[in-house]
């Protein structure tokens, strides 16, 4: 009765030794010891078995364009934009359907299923939605990508960035853009957020900004983005991107922030490999990390999700489409290292990510949909301390990747003869 059964599985929730009976795409039975036989059986050996990541905020239109037509030399986000605009004329559909459905492909490999991009709607030839819907399409079967309308240059900013803009929903695209702290002057920035709103609330559409990236105090555009959400009623249905100007802003205006933003249920997606990278550029030193109020944002319990934003493309040179690695990072620059911590740093790249992108049927719970991912390690913290393979990837109960243990062989006297990083290195306070 099962298509597929893991057995001896570890949850992310602490739970050890479990089987899980994959039936008809769907989560059917997770019990100690599963009697029946299934067509297919793995053994997960007491590994952690987690669903796939997701990343709500990718640029799915740039990734792997490293190099081209240049590299940022100065490494700052605004010459990051500048570069892309100098691509942007020579971008082709082909070649952008050709990158992302390499980048997919990698996703695929690392567990990484749900995909939020945003798709430049600068150009007005729209040649980055048209690629990017047709990837959609290509990449239902395994990945499910959602598409926001992003106006790179501006809303206001840009010549006809209404116009496009308006022209990427009418083809398809299903989430509304925005980039407040790039339009010219702090008033349009706060007008951009209102008629983008406004555009939302009357298509019934959902909102994700880049909002307030920047080190600047005074960027303080997420404040009319909770106050419009409440006002368009778009509760629930707003994330904003990186407000890395938080990091920056005084804790009395915060304190006041915070609570309006739990009000509008905002959703918060930090960018933390980015945010660590593109901040803090005009400091000397001491140099300000950038990245936004992580821990203070989920007290206050506010989604929080992490992004992984870039990989190989004008604003960063780096990135393998690993949400662990973005985890990682996030632990290290928002200094949360407590196994509490970490718990809620893995929930921000499975569930929490799940709850902003809207996913239905995610989870690791019967009548869930069987998409999986069975990982080399013995549950959430080492996953995240090791960034380990990804040994079966499951998509609809069925492995759509793998991934052979990474396992390093040694040539001593009086060694052992090989060792796996996890299992052989679990210090006596994690021992299980
Ligand atoms: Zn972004």
Not at 14 to 28: E, H, P, T, V
Not at 197 to 205: F, N
Not at 403 to 422: C, K, N, Q, Y
Request: a negative charge.
């Amino acid at each position: 009765m099962f298509d597929l059964i893991i057995r001896n599985a570890n949850l992310p929730d602490g739970r050890q030794g479990f089987d899980i009976g994959l039936a008809g795409g769907k989560i059917a039975a997770i019990e100690k010891s599963i009697t029946a036989s299934p067509g297919e059986e793995i053994d997960a050996a007491g590994r952690l078995v987690s669903p796939p990541f997701c990343d709500p905020h990718f640029h799915m239109d740039a990734t792997l364009s490293l190099g081209l037509p240049r590299m940022n030399i100065s490494g700052t986000l605004l010459e990051g934009i500048s570069l892309w605009g100098e691509l942007r004329p020579l971008l082709t559909k082909e070649a952008l359907v050709e990158r992302a459905l390499r980048y997919c492909d990698l996703a695929v490999t690392q567990g990484l299923l749900y995909i939020r991009s945003h798709v430049d709607t600068s150009d007005p030839r729209l040649v980055t939605a048209e690629a990017l819907l047709e990837v959609k399409e290509q990449v239902a079967p395994y990945i499910e990508l959602q598409l926001v309308a992003f106006p790179q240059d501006g809303y206001f900013r840009a010549p006809g960035g209404v116009a496009s803009l308006e022209r990427a929903l009418d083809m398809g695209i299903g989430i509304v853009g925005g980039i407040p702290h790039f339009e010219r002057t702090m008033e349009d920035g706060a007008r951009s957020v209102e008629a983008l709103c406004r555009l939302a609330a009357d298509r019934g559409l959902p909102v994700d900004m880049h909002c307030d990236e920047t080190d600047d105090p005074m960027s303080r555009h997420i404040e009319t983005l909770a106050a419009e959400t409440v006002r368009f009623g778009l509760k629930g249905r707003v994330a904003g991107s990186h407000l890395t100007s938080m990091h920056s802003m005084d804790n009395y205006y915060v304190s006041k922030l915070i609570s309006l933003m739990a009000e509008a249920e905002i959703n918060v997606i930090p960018n933390p490999l980015i945010n660590i990278m593109l901040q803090g550029r005009h400091d000397t030193y001491p140099k300000r990390r950038g990245m936004t109020r992580v821990r203070e944002l989920m007290a206050a319990d506010l989604n929080v999700s992490f992004g992984h934003d870039c990989v190989m493309d004008p604003w960063y040179s780096m990135g393998s489409g690993d949400m662990l690695e973005v985890a990682h990072m996030a632990i290290h620059v928002a200094q949360m290292a407590g196994i509490e911590d970490k718990c809620k740093i893995f929930d921000a790249i499975t569930v929490n990510s799940a709850k902003t992108m809207g996913l239905e049927g995610y989870g690791l719970d019967i009548g869930c949909k069987a998409d999986l991912v069975v990982l080399q390690a013995a549950d959430v913290t080492e996953a995240l301390r090791l960034k380990p393979n990804r040994l079966f990837v499951i998509k609809a109960g069925k492995v759509i990747a793998r991934t052979a243990p990474r396992v390093g062989e040694l040539f001593l006297s009086g060694r052992p003869a090989s060792i796996d990083m996890g299992r052989d290195y679990v210090p006596p306070v994690l021992q299980r």
